[in-house]
């Protein structure tokens, strides 16, 4: 999320979340923290939406009431997946839903600013870029792009628009950086339907293709080749049906000699005759590929003679888990095409050579690379100083960072209030840092309580020590280790707790924690999260 | 970990460890299950081991005790990293260490078997392979190797000798296979050498690599280039330091020149007068290169000059890690130079050329890939059938597999109790699966402990319910959550527990349990674990 702002008026840039991490154990969505907004949103011009991908939409669901009145502007299926968004959130009646088609040349005014879009390539249709006019001058942010000159829908990166802001003079460019890491030009959609092709024609079995669900170029090859080897196709999982769905209502998605069938329909064609497109291609557990793999899928099966073609890179992290999968359907005797076997993905973003095509035509005095992590800032960085950005017109920005831009300079001149949001089942904003540094704990080496009853008025224990306790040790094989820390804690408390009732339950409390977690450690060498209860009868 | 069994004879090859998959929370360390050999220890005539990597050497402080009294046979390197460890473990004056020179062509005796040792290239000094003469044939076990005809030890993987095998006849092959994905030929670990001579005559300020400890061959480059370019080289990270002692020490690391330095010594050395040979390339939160980068080491700081080489390709899962660390080293200023950027890692193991040659060498009547995953297992058939192996003499195993070979035929007859052991803290084999399920319960959404006394004669509460959670919700914003759930839990239980006390404690602690459940989930969407406590007084 990008916010501009010149005066009493701002605008947004995209509405996105992003999955969790790792560490961040339990939690479901992490949505930007939009606390800087708060109480201005009368402020707010215009939202303005690149393109429908989740780390650029998926936050508007439970950000929107904070950001109202203002509208959302974007292409035709940009906010035809925003709106079935809003609708599960109830939230599309409230919402100010406003299409543009950026082959009409639109300028959209937002107070002080004015919004040129511009189309991009990218692996969801209908993706733009913006060219923004301030007072301070001309921004040009790209939004996720490649430049792809075969592209399946023939929509290509809109280069004479790009000349003309570059002739115009642009004054900051905010460019995607993300795969800066690969060499030369990002190769074309259209060397995946090769493959494709090739797979086809020697497959004797069914085949199973698995991809993002919002890849529609890709479906798109899959309807194409599979009518030319006489297959049909049939869809599974929930996000690939939808997007289908709205695709082709909206006309993104053309299937001309009617080979999409119902998947219930599938099942009764010949093995040789039918195309699976599935969800899963990132090892999801619970989506198509997962539960066909591990064969607990209602309709669907694998085994011996069907093909598989896992059509996407694992993205960083996630490399286990497709790993898993892609091991199963081997198990299962599928053949398994993939990325280290051949070329069956490309990425929807630009490479070095495209960044710096991007560079040279729009001429920027100044750019900060966006949404990459450090290395792909510094690599960046590496790519706009050859193409004769001097070093201190490139800025690196992390979240949070408040940027001023003026004719003379653009530079980092504050942080605001920022981070991070978790989404845990129905709460936002609930399950804090806090909470999930207790479930690293809780994972680690698990819990131990140990609970006493106490006599308020003699401070006579008069029941316990009793122990509860979860991921630690094995109860059953490990009573004699909880029936000695019983003992231990009941000793070193004495019949009476000393300093009860004289002092208050928090020193008796301090008191088990600390004589049963010294107890546990001498006897396992490890630390489990000692929680000690007091009970006043 | 693999045995080989003949009448009353049997010995082990290998004894490894592997290390905890992001499911098996707060574990260290996986073991190998023995217990298929408990009580039998006395028939095993010999522990065979390839060379001193973790996956093969590891499980021996453990295990060793259920293994004795056999002889561990390895090379005087491989023996010198194991003794380290088994005198950690304090069972050094029980081993009964057995060193042998492959070059010397040993056939080591060992019951029904006859062991020849041959040398192979790996990434550390030392390796083997084994031909195993047996009654029904001979077994050649690659162990990992690769082909490296420029290797820096000027150690080869011996050509002859397989040749030989080949010549003979060989009853099966177990072979390396998990770089199979890899086109080719791995390339030798001079490239690397050549890559860090480019960056030594480029590079100001200090330099640090980040490698494998084990990695002795690079370790060797680094100090013959560093003393080129006027360097010298300090070790930092425990296990380096102690690889880089051993290896001198047995001769298999030399400093002609007397470029290595203590790492005390070297703060006071110019920037451009040294290298820093570190820990950490998988991105390890505890070591070297993650201190350093967090600006957190004892005694070295990086910054705004320095280049850091990151010599080490991700293992499957450490991504994140890995690049979170070469982030921070970018954010710190530093020049990064990793896989992306530069040819700075050569595999340690075969690729599909190679394997291709291994099974041309060694003619095969049956092979059997090993340590790979199933994705691997499947891409090394295709390369074998491509050698001319028939299909059916291809044999996938998992562990556990019992496989019987005879003159005729070598095929899965059974499985074995088999699996894993884990090793936590102290404790060996203590936690298991219900435990590591725990936890990872315990990480998704916390737990809520719920505790009330209980009159023992008339049922009656008379103190609680009392609430404890961790990692389920921030407990003094959620102060409300946790009223209401208490005075629900009191008015579902009522004055006196129902069934109390005529039925159990085990009753009353489920009403608590469901009462205290069945209220969450409706507030929250989300199902912390339960744990209730019925206390009597």
């Known amino acids: 999320m990008l916010l501009l702002e010149y005066g009493e008026d701002c605008i947004v840039v995209d509405c996105g979340l992003a999955f969790p991490d790792e560490e961040q154990l339990g939690i479901d969505l992490v949505l930007p923290d939009i606390s800087y907004l708060r109480g201005r949103s009368h402020q707010i011009r ?46 599309l009646d409230k919402a100010d839903l406003r299409a543009f088609d950026p082959d009409r040349h639109p300028v959209l005014a937002a107070g002080a600013f004015a919004v040129e879009p511009f189309r991009v390539t990218h692996s969801i249709p209908d993706a733009v870029g913006f060219g923004i006019q301030t007072p301070a001058g001309r921004i040009v942010l790209t939004g996720d792009f490649k430049f792809d000159d075969t592209s399946i829908d023939g929509r290509m990166t809109d280069y004479a628009r790009l000349q003309r802001f570059g002739d115009e003079g642009v004054r900051l460019l905010l460019s995607d950086c993300v795969h800066v890491e690969s060499e030369g030009h990002t190769p074309s959609e259209r060397v995946v339907g090769e493959t494709y092709d090739r797979v086809f024609a020697e497959a004797g079995g069914r085949i199973f293709i698995a991809t993002f669900a919002s890849l529609i170029a890709r479906i798109q090859q899959v309807i194409d080749i599979a009518h030319r080897h006489g297959r049909s196709v049939a869809v599974l999982g929930r996000s690939l049906v939808n997007n289908v769905r709205i695709s082709q209502e909206l006309g993104y998605l053309s299937d001309p000699h009617g080979v999409l069938v119902e998947a219930g329909a599938a099942a009764s064609f010949p093995d040789e005759r039918i195309v699976y497109v599935v969800t899963g291609a990132q090892g999801e557990p619970m989506a198509a590929l997962s539960r066909i793999a591990n064969g607990d899928h209602r309709d669907v099966t694998v085994g011996v003679g069907d093909t598989v073609i896992v059509s996407a890179a694992p993205i960083p992290g996630n490399e286990t888990a497709v790993f898993r999968v892609i091991n199963k359907l081997f198990q299962a005797g599928a053949e398994v095409i993939f990325g280290a076997r051949d070329l069956v993905h490309v990425s929807g973003h630009a490479s070095r050579d495209e960044l710096r095509r991007m560079l040279d035509l729009t001429r920027p005095c100044h750019v900060i690379p966006m949404h990459g992590e450090h290395r792909h800032m510094a690599l960046y960085a590496d790519v706009a100083i050859e193409a004769g950005i001097p070093a201190d017109e490139i800025t690196f920005a992390e979240n949070g960072d408040l940027i001023e831009m003026t004719s003379e300079k653009v530079a980092v001149t504050a942080r605001v209030d920022s981070g991070y949001v978790y989404v845990d089942g129905m709460t936002v904003g609930e399950v804090g840092d806090v909470v999930v540094r207790d479930r690293r704990a809780l994972a680690r080496d698990g819990m131990l309580l140990v609970v006493v009853s106490v006599d308020r008025e003699t401070g006579q224990i008069v029941a316990g020590p009793e122990i509860v306790t979860r991921g630690f040790v094995h109860i059953k094989e490990s009573a004699a280790l909880l029936t000695a820390t019983k003992a231990h804690v009941r000793e070193t408390l004495g019949d009476y707790a000393d300093s009860y009732p004289t002092a208050d339950r928090d020193s008796l409390s301090r008191q088990l ?14 630390r489990p999260m000692i929680l000690p209860m007091v009970l006043e009868v």
Request: charged share 20%.
């Open 513 to 526: 924690r600390e004589a049963t977690a010294a107890f546990l450690f001498k006897e396992t060498r490890r």
């Open 46 to 91: 215009g939202i303005f939406i690149s393109h429908g991908h989740e780390d650029h939409i998926g936050a508007l669901p439970y950000l929107l009431p904070d950001l109202l009145p203002a509208p959302i502007f974007a292409t035709r299926l940009t906010l035809g997946l925003i709106a079935v968004k809003l609708e599960g959130a109830r939230l």
